[in-house]
């Protein structure tokens, strides 16, 4: 199996297909008249920028006085010259709109994600559950306005400090610290790995995909990636940090269609001379174009969808050969073995524990797991390669996903190829659970009782 050693640079969080953002705490202002675009268009230098809107709300525990909470907001507002206005109003310059809303309207569930908890004092889950009332902050400009966030979440600050509430980044569907609110958000300066998320979608028997959440409030389109092999998702979504980061250093597009990547000109701790020292180039070129997505809300406003240049779209092996290039090529081992029925023994067992996994696959791989098989290919010199297939559908009695491996001896195939399996052809599998946990790698037992170095499954 391919295994890359990489910092994980990126927020990255798991969702399944389907599952919407949270709504907007008001209904935002008409945004002046822009060229229009349409989906499939490259982007054109000089027409992605937007004015910038930023969303926050802040929980109220129960018994608070909603009166005196907004009236703080108010205060920080005019203290820092920001306009608090009416919801209808179309203000010139940067403004504020504060609604009284539910917590439920601002994306607050009662079957939130426990990630939430994880950034939540002892207790305060419990006192969360118990609140009716929630003020939402819609931030907006008419002009380019790199503090916006900022802005916004110091009034939100201010909000939470009077009346002990907590408060909800909308853009991003986190909690935030109240007492270092500003540390998170867009202002002065932007980091794309604290100041944004991204969301790694799959499920529904297909590849997922890689979607940023915070772009807008600097007055940047959405980025989406498409046809994300569940195996390489942590990798590309360092890389799609990069492209952010990129994006929003030179405020535009440099030519038309295209975003080019240069790690090595990127401010602050990327690793670049750890792709340098593994042979990476450092530099990625994507190819930009207006999407709808994922095509999930159809009035959602469009997105800059990234391609490789020359290939056709959702083409995963095109992708993972540009990251190789980008981060430098990890060659796979190959191995020539010869213990048969020791491996048909373990592959009986494997195939055993597939098919009582079957039910737990059946809408696709679950958010923030993975699936790899170990699949035989008819070799160019008529025998087989064993390589590892990246599993995102198993239905009935097939396995489809991407090759995992750089075939040795299969010019037809190469590394992220799609490819069928059938159950009766697997000889092993590495299921990695949501709790991080693996099971399978029967094969690898065998292996290290005949003296072959195999990292445990724990680093798989």
Request: charged share 25%; no cysteine.
């Given at each position: 199996m391919r295994m890359v050693a990489m910092a994980v640079l990126a927020m990255l969080g798991c969702k399944s297909r389907g599952e919407d953002p949270p709504p907007p705490t008001s209904t935002p202002p008409a945004s002046p008249a822009k060229a229009k675009t349409t989906a499939g268009q490259l982007a054109k230098r000089g027409a992605v920028r937007r004015p910038p809107e930023a969303f926050f709300a802040v929980i109220l525990p129960a018994g608070a006085a909603p009166e005196k909470c907004e009236a703080a907001g108010q205060a920080a507002a005019t203290k820092a010259g920001i306009a608090i206005v009416d919801a209808a109003a179309h203000p010139h310059g940067t403004s504020i709109v504060l609604d009284r809303t539910t917590p439920p309207k601002v994306g607050w569930k009662a079957d939130r994600s426990k990630a939430f908890d994880k950034l939540l004092p002892e207790g305060a889950s419990a006192e969360l559950d118990k609140a009716t009332v929630a003020i939402g902050l819609f931030g907006t400009s008419d002009r380019a306005e790199p503090r916006l966030a900022e802005h916004t979440a110091r009034v939100a600050q201010a909000i939470a400090q009077s009346c002990q509430g907590w408060i909800v980044d909308v853009d991003t569907n986190r909690i935030l610290p109240t007492d270092k609110v500003v540390d998170h958000v867009p202002g002065a300066r932007f980091d794309a790995r604290t100041m944004m998320v991204l969301h790694a979608v799959s499920g529904e028997n297909e590849l997922g995909f890689i979607d940023t959440g915070g772009l807008a409030r600097l007055g940047f389109p959405e980025l989406y990636l498409p046809a994300v092999p569940p195996a390489n998702a942590t990798r590309l979504a360092s890389l799609v940090n990069a492209t952010v980061q990129t994006l929003v250093d030179q405020g535009d597009l440099i030519r038309d269609g295209e975003i080019v990547v240069d790690v090595t000109k990127l401010a602050g701790e990327w690793h670049a001379k750890d792709v340098i020292d593994?042979?990476?180039?450092?530099?990625?070129?994507?190819?930009?174009?207006?999407?709808?997505?994922?095509?999930?809300?159809?009035?959602?406003?469009?997105?800059?969808?990234?391609?490789?240049?020359?290939?056709?779209?959702?083409?995963?092996?095109?992708?993972?050969?540009?990251?190789?290039?980008?981060?430098?090529?990890?060659?796979?081992?190959?191995?020539?073995?010869?213990?048969?029925?020791?491996?048909?023994?373990?592959?009986?067992?494997?195939?055993?524990?597939?098919?009582?996994?079957?039910?737990?696959?059946?809408?696709?791989?679950?958010?923030?797991?993975?699936?790899?098989?170990?699949?035989?290919?008819?070799?160019?010199?008529?025998?087989?390669?064993?390589?590892?297939?990246?599993v995102f559908a198993f239905k009935d009695a097939t396995f489809e996903g991407v090759l995992a491996n750089t075939p040795d001896d299969v010019k037809a195939l190469k590394l992220g190829t799609r490819v069928k399996v059938k159950l009766t052809d697997v000889a092993d599998f590495i299921h990695r659970r949501a709790d991080k946990t693996n099971v399978g790698g029967y094969s690898f037992d065998v292996m290290r009782k005949h003296g072959i170095d195999v990292p445990p499954l724990s680093e798989m």
């Open positions: 593994d042979g990476g180039t450092g530099t990625f070129t994507w190819q930009v174009k207006w999407s709808k997505g994922d095509g999930a809300d159809a009035d959602a406003p469009l997105v800059l969808e990234l391609g490789i240049p020359g290939a056709r779209p959702g083409d995963a092996a095109a992708l993972l050969a540009a990251l190789e290039t980008y981060e430098g090529e990890s060659p796979d081992k190959v191995q020539q073995i010869d213990f048969g029925p020791e491996l048909e023994t373990v592959a009986v067992k494997a195939r055993a524990a597939l098919v009582a996994l079957r039910a737990h696959f059946k809408k696709g791989i679950p958010p923030g797991e993975r699936l790899s098989i170990k699949a035989p290919f008819e070799t160019d010199h008529d025998s087989k390669e064993w390589m590892w297939v990246d």
